[in-house]
């Protein structure tokens, strides 16, 4: 048995070696861009991780930080909001008489 003055090398998360993701930072900053992991983005939108993985083909901007992956919070934002459609007006037509 270890005592706990002991430190161990080995992880008992996923095989010895990776912490689970959410024991990684919740938001990581690069520069002027500050990067929320995904699981959280999708909590914000009131979500699930798949659906927002289901824009990443239509150009959802994310990055992968040591097997994380992260979205830039104003970029994503700007990206959501991009995608907002609206109906056009009805025409008026002539009235007939």
């Not at 959802?60 to 994503?76: D, E, H, M, Q, S």
């Amino acid at each position: 048995m270890n005592k706990p003055s002991e430190l161990s090398t080995e992880s008992p998360y996923r095989g010895g070696g990776t912490l689970p993701k959410e024991m990684r930072p919740e938001r990581i900053v690069v520069g002027d861009e500050v990067f929320e992991r995904n699981d959280l983005t999708a909590a914000r939108y009131g979500g699930s991780e798949a659906t927002l993985n289901r824009g990443d083909r239509k150009g959802a901007p994310y990055l992968f930080i040591n097997g994380v992956k992260y979205r830039p919070v104003k970029r994503y934002d700007n990206y959501v909001l991009s995608g907002i459609q609206s109906k056009p007006s009805p025409r008026r037509g002539r009235r007939r008489t």
